[in-house]
């Protein structure tokens, strides 16, 4: 039987004010370096064309639009779960075409990440007031008649990726890793393009080749107590600038010296013994 937990104070000091807190709390986590090799560009109709008469190409970014994540109990190992990661990257590339003349595309990468990561177990159901419908009469949900095991929150961060490689073959040579077809895209990923996207036709394919720095993490709602001092008030007020003269706040401002000089990652060491030579 669990105990009643009592509000008392930490490290005996009385003056310490207790709160409860609901927060998310981080089960487990994990950091990745990956690199992404000869990953299939999904392109329009209208930008494939180009891709067919370019002589050269180039990556000039790539962007992480969004990502579809889903979890898997592991049979046999309570509390860890099985999460698949689905990256959708927007590649921008540079083509170079007869004349000296350059367009830009966009085209979409997929990839697909798999991690086991330890989540607890938490076998109630959880129903939550919605501000938006605190009516008498509120809207009919969906009703479930099996209660189902409440799941984990996965957290991803990713850092900025990099394109490491881009590599052109032929449509009829085969090459490179594909997760995904045209027909398979959802609809919200086609949002950020112009066009449809398809398989069948042109004759060249671009594959790139991705680095990336994520950080997973898997978290539930948990009750903390946790000694308080206060509320979190705001102390800045906030002043208008649109009377202020433009002159005086520019004068205000740091000159940049970092701007005007490269930055050094290892200092140079003094190659002198002492401060004197000796």
Do not use: W
Not at 17 to 33: G, H, R, Y
Not at 153 to 171: G, M, S
Not at 181 to 206: L, Q, W
């Amino acid at each position: 039987m669990i105990d009643k937990v009592s509000p008392r104070p930490f490290c005996g000091k009385p003056s310490d004010p207790l709160c409860c807190i609901s927060v998310n709390k981080i089960f487990d986590s994990a950091k990745d370096k990956d690199c992404l090799e000869d990953i299939k560009v999904h392109f329009c109709e209208c930008f494939q064309e180009i891709i067919d008469r370019s002589t050269a190409i180039r990556c000039k970014d790539v962007e992480v639009i969004n990502t579809h994540i889903s979890l898997e109990p592991i049979p046999f190992n309570k509390g860890f779960f099985q999460v698949i990661i689905r990256f959708f990257f927007c590649v921008t590339l540079e083509c170079c075409l007869c004349m000296g003349k350059s367009e830009f595309v966009k085209g979409l990468a997929v990839f697909d990440k798999k991690i086991i990561l330890f989540g607890s177990e938490k076998n109630v159901s959880v129903f939550t007031s919605d501000p938006k419908h605190n009516s008498f009469c509120p809207p009919v949900k969906d009703l479930k008649c099996k209660t189902e095991p409440t799941l984990p929150t996965v957290t991803v961060e990713v850092a900025d990726p990099v394109c490491l490689d881009v590599k052109v073959k032929e449509r009829c040579h085969p090459f490179g890793n594909c997760c995904i077809s045209a027909d398979a895209i959802p609809d919200d990923i086609r949002e950020y393009f112009d066009g449809n996207f398809t398989d069948d036709i042109g004759s060249k394919k671009v594959f790139v080749t991705i680095g990336m720095f994520t950080i997973i993490r898997m978290e539930r709602l948990v009750q903390l107590v946790l000694p308080a001092c206060n509320f979190c008030l705001p102390e800045k007020e906030s002043t208008p600038h649109g009377c202020t003269d433009p002159c005086s706040v520019f004068g205000k401002m740091p000159f940049p010296f970092g701007e005007f000089f490269p930055y050094a990652d290892h200092p140079r060491e003094d190659p002198r013994p002492g401060c004197c030579g000796k």
